[in-house]
């Protein structure tokens, strides 16, 4: 098994354009506005992620926010974990899983170290994996996304499982006849490329992205987690994306395959420099066809295929730890190499049906079967012997021997839902509908919605929102065995939320605001509870309530000036939620005059708790982050830019998800990228 930087020589060659930090975008849109798009042309951006049909920010059933790309792309940010921070209601920050892995989350609830309560989807393909949640692929690159959707709140009514917190919908950029092309380069040894091509033939358009990143890391002065003596760690990460699509009126085929790399830093939250690295590859193809079967029905076919894994090599225990319980005598440090491979099927049809000019109707059928390959851990010690207590353990040396933390399983799903949306007079809408989900492996669930929107005024709106979501659970949380982290337990329900919201909604043409308040009841929440040596997973016999508000708000403020700021706090934390800060906020002011752009922009993120080695709770300060990028067109469709990220290099640390560090993890310092646009 080879996690290494395989692909590193490929990355090299293009990045060599950049060794000077420079950038270059080339576009054949003459017209492709350079300094973003005004507030009213925002609000004429339709949502779709709401009720999967079209429709705007006032009228949707849904507390949500939109990011367009002419907004992020003047912002200080790369990837979609730090535009996250901007988003009213979500929290993105670093895990001890490699330097490349964030923990996304919403509205104050967090139950393990990946984003299964997060459904995050790319070009309506979901992200998650099944086997633990997380997303397939780390660290998305903003590049090449023309827009992103955030639903707070339940959305399996919709998309079933992992829609449990809140929904991320990322559509990726299409179009006719146009080439854009980016480069760019930081101090850190941040390297990213970007290239996409759309070119029109007949009535088929043909589109392909290449992204290429390589970053060398930071370098951080931690504690050894085994010696407890100082040490340096470093967190550099690489990866590439190539996505082909070609699509019709009526027709979409779509491959894409990725990969992403990283080593050293923490893994799982234990540094082992040198020594510890993970891989994540995907490859997947897609196809959709839209059928108009009437002039009020149309029907979606669509399908896909994906293959993806998880690798990893890292240290269990150092050198000589287990010289006196092992046979023969070994001093060599534990180390483990372990694959965990999942392919899936999937086959969906929808309807959307216009049944009278204020009733439509949309509904459909979704059948996924997953295949789980051995989870193949290869150690140098017995590792079912330690994890079982049972000493001496056998010492293998540099004999290839293998333990399995499961053996190759399959599990089908299928799930049919409905939905109902009626426009009862000038001033109330309805909508309803629900979703029923079966999996093979943990039973059904059934996820309702009900809302009612009240026009207010032409530019005002009440939202008065009900729904319930579920998270079946994963892969490891069933059936892992045979390691000294955590058991599964096959005798898992899903767990369960129902959430009842009011949200005010006021749109202007140079102002937007909003107002959220929620009250969340969990049942059946899915922990980790402690059992002899070991840790078991076990569906809470407790219901759960968390409660608070979100406030969102966009003004322009002149021709030059706009401002967009968030806030975010929890009345009534969850005894889990320690690890989340219970107030958040963030503010973007942006500035644009002749041939000049200007983004600054500030994140609050609250006081957060970790768990240390004691089983005390340490509580984390509150921290700032801090952005700024700046543009100057100094040509038709030529421009110069300066990025920095943190800008006051904030030294702050994050909640690990175990126990085993002292201090939370040490996070990224200042970060300086030059570039130079270039278009013809």
Request: aromatic share 10%.
């Amino acid at each position: 098994m080879s996690i290494g930087y395989s692909k590193k020589h490929i990355l090299k060659q293009l990045l060599a354009a950049v060794s000077l930090g420079v950038a270059a975008n080339v576009s054949a849109q003459d017209d492709h506005a350079l300094f973003g798009m005004s507030l009213e042309e925002l609000l004429n951006v339709p949502v779709k992620s709401a009720t999967l049909t079209e429709l705007d920010i006032l009228s949707a059933p849904s507390s949500i926010s939109l990011f367009h790309h002419q907004q992020f792309e003047l912002m200080g940010v790369d990837y979609l974990h730090e535009l996250i921070n901007f988003v009213p209601g979500f929290q993105a920050f670093r895990q001890g899983d490699g330097p490349n892995e964030y923990y996304i989350s919403a509205r104050g609830r967090r139950t393990g170290s990946s984003n299964r309560e997060i459904l995050v989807l790319v070009d309506g393909q979901r992200q998650n994996r099944d086997f633990d949640g997380a997303l397939a692929v780390p660290v998305i690159l903003l590049a090449g996304v023309e827009k992103i959707e955030f639903i707070r709140g339940p959305g399996s009514a919709l998309y079933g499982s992992n829609a449990f917190m809140g929904v991320i919908d990322i559509t990726t950029k299409k179009g006719v006849n146009r080439i854009e092309s980016s480069v760019s380069a930081g101090d850190a040894g941040t390297k990213i490329v970007h290239a996409q091509v759309s070119y029109a033939v007949s009535n088929w358009t043909l589109d392909a992205q290449l992204t290429g990143l390589i970053d060398e890391g930071q370098r951080y002065d931690v504690a050894d987690t085994f010696t407890g003596l100082p040490t340096t760690i470093t967190d550099p990460h690489s990866g590439t994306s190539l996505r082909l699509s070609a699509s019709s009126n009526n027709t979409s085929v779509t491959f894409v395959s990725e990969r992403r790399r990283s080593k050293n830093f923490y893994i799982p939250d234990t540094t082992a420099e040198g020594t510890s690295r993970t891989s994540n590859p995907v490859d997947a193809l897609s196809l959709s066809h839209r059928w108009q079967a009437a002039q009020d029905l149309t029907v979606n076919f669509s399908g896909s295929y994906t293959q993806l894994a998880y690798e990893a090599r890292f240290f269990i225990a150092p050198e000589g730890a287990l010289a006196a319980v092992s046979s023969p005598s070994g001093t060599d440090p534990f180390i483990i190499q372990l694959e965990q491979p999942q392919q899936n099927l999937v086959g969906a049809v929808q309807g959307d049906w216009q049944w009278q000019p204020d009733i439509s109707f949309q509904g459909g059928v979704e059948w996924r079967k997953g295949h789980y390959g051995d989870l193949r851990v290869r150690n140098n010690y017995d590792l079912t012997a330690l994890a079982n207590g049972d000493y001496p353990i056998a010492f293998y040396g540099d004999e290839e021997r293998y333990s399995y933390v499961y053996h190759a399983f399959d599990q089908s799903m299928l799930a049919g839902y409905l939905q109902a949306q009626a426009k009862l007079n000038d001033d109330w809408a309805l909508t309803v509908g629900g979703r029923y989900d079966r999996y093979s492996s943990s039973g059904s669930a059934y996820s309702p919605r009900l809302a009612l929107v009240r026009t207010l005024t032409a530019n005002q709106s009440l939202k008065l929102l009900y729904g319930e979501a579920f998270r079946a659970p994963t892969i490891n949380e069933l059936a892992a065995e045979n390691n000294i982290y955590v058991t599964g337990n096959p005798q898992l329900d899903s767990e369960r939320v129902s959430t009842l919201e009011l949200v005010w909604v006021g749109a202007w043409e140079r102002r937007q605001l909003s107002v959220s308040m929620f009250q969340n009841q969990f049942k059946g929440g899915i922990y980790q509870r402690v059992m002899g040596n070991n840790r078991i997973f076990a569906n809470s016999q407790n219901e759960e309530r968390a409660s608070g508000a979100e406030l969102g708000y966009f003004e322009q403020l002149s021709d030059y000036w706009q401002l967009r700021a968030s806030a975010s706090r929890v009345f009534t934390p969850l005894d889990e939620g320690f690890r989340l800060a219970d107030t958040t906020g963030s503010i973007t002011v942006n500035y644009q005059k002749s041939k000049w752009n200007l983004n600054v922009g500030w994140v609050f993120t609250g006081e957060r708790e970790q768990v240390v080695p004691s089983g005390d709770r340490l509580t984390l300060d509150s921290y700032q982050w801090l952005t700024a990028k700046v543009r100057y067109q100094w040509a038709k469709n030529r421009d110069l830019w300066l990025q920095v990220k943190n800008a006051a290099d904030a030294n702050y640390h994050t909640p690990a998800q175990s126990e085993s560090l002292e201090y939370g993890l040490p996070n990224r310092g200042r970060e300086l990228s030059l570039g130079l646009s270039l278009g013809f």
